[in-house]
């Protein structure tokens, strides 16, 4: 399924929802359009983290109505890089509140998910685009993020925590 979420306006955005056996992948596609601002302010290489699609593996036991809510959720995380003039990356964690489990308040960003098959996408405008995956985490394992770093909370979560979420 195709779901518009760009408003009218440019750049055309959507969201595909794919379903599958055991999940229901989400994937916007339209993010990467444009260039997320302020990259070049921590990286010396910024084209390697300025294009981006978001997207995230969830269980098929959840409603239609909460695989949507999870859509508008991803939706308006598409927006933030423009709305607060910063950028999203792997090791990012955000606030999330459209996870079914509610132990589960934000999101950890990854290029990796052990539920979903790595997605290469083609370069724009000469610069790779990365797919962010949203991994479900708590409260606790955002402040572990923040002290510890998320790489190590990343090697400490379970493979199958999307199907937690």
């Keep these: 399924k195709y779901y518009a979420i760009d408003g009218g306006e440019w750049p055309p955005k959507a969201i595909l929802r794919i ?81 079914q489990n509610r132990d589960f308040t934000f999101a950890l960003l990854q290029y990796e998910h052990a539920g979903a098959a790595r997605l290469a996408l083609g370069p724009q405008l000469g610069d790779p685009v990365n797919v962010l995956w949203f991994v479900p985490i708590s409260d606790q394992e955002q402040k572990l993020a923040e002290s510890e770093g998320s790489e190590k909370l990343a090697q400490r979560l379970p493979a199958n925590r999307w199907e937690q979420a």
């Design 19 to 99: 379903a599958q056996r055991d999940k229901v992948l989400l994937i916007t596609v339209g993010v990467c359009l444009l260039p997320q601002p302020n990259v070049e302010m921590f990286t010396e290489d910024p084209e390697l983290l300025r294009r981006v699609e978001l997207s995230a593996v969830l269980p098929n036991g959840w409603s239609d109505n909460a695989i949507k809510q999870f859509g508008r959720y991803l939706s308006a995380q598409s927006t933030m890089p423009w709305t607060q003039y910063t950028w999203l990356g792997p090791g990012h964690t955000l606030p999330c509140d459209a996870w």
